[in-house]
């Protein structure tokens, strides 16, 4: 296992739609949340690059797909976030068809990194991804993020908690705790994206 599989990232590019992603080969592995999951910070905190917030909140690319090369046949992807209660119904539409699409017709597409905030997991959003992914064969990783705004015990109840719904539910499913401010659980990650990536 090792983190410098991630801190040598760079930026491919925002993808609009489909039509303009790189050749569907090689390895892709998304992350995806409902808004102010703590996507961002996640991904800051796993490629310790401040860059990478900072490329997907730019304004205009938060709806879209952005793309971050590990190696030449490696990448991260960070899927647009969903649930912006203030954003237009079209817009919503928008991202919905984008995601969907991606989602069903990426083939390089490895696994998929579920960030709920540890306050308030399970939401709809999230219940739709783990049953779409069931049918499409699709592992799921779940970070519980910001673990740090709980206590211990607390923390750990709502693991278990989700780890027993989790058991009842169809497909690949795996839970951890995570906070990007403690740096709680980065190394647990590193490990899952590691054997998703095939990375020694
Ligand atoms: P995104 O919308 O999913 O990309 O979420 P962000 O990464 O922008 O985070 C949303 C908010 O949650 C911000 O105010 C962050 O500072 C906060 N946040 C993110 N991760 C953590 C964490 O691990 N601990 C705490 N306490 N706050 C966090």
Known sequence: ???ANYQ??????SAASVKQLPLDEGIEVAFVGRSNAGKSSALNALTNQKKLAKISKTPGRTQLINLFALTE????????GYGFAKVPEEIKRKWQLLLDTYLKNRHCLQGLILLMDIRHPMQTFDRQMI???AFADLPIHILLTK???L???ARNN???TVQKELKILPGKLSVQLFSSQEQIGREELIAHL???FDFE
């Open 158 to 160: 709502a693991l278990f």
């Open 194 to 196: 590691d054997s998703w």
């Open 151 to 153: 206590s211990k015990g």
């Open 131 to 133: 049953e779409w992914a």
């Open 8 to 13: 040598k990232v760079t930026f491919i590019l």
């Open 73 to 80: 046949d490696k990448r991260l992807v960070d899927l647009p």
């Open 1 to 3: 296992m090792s983190a």
């Open 147 to 149: 673990a740090d705004k």
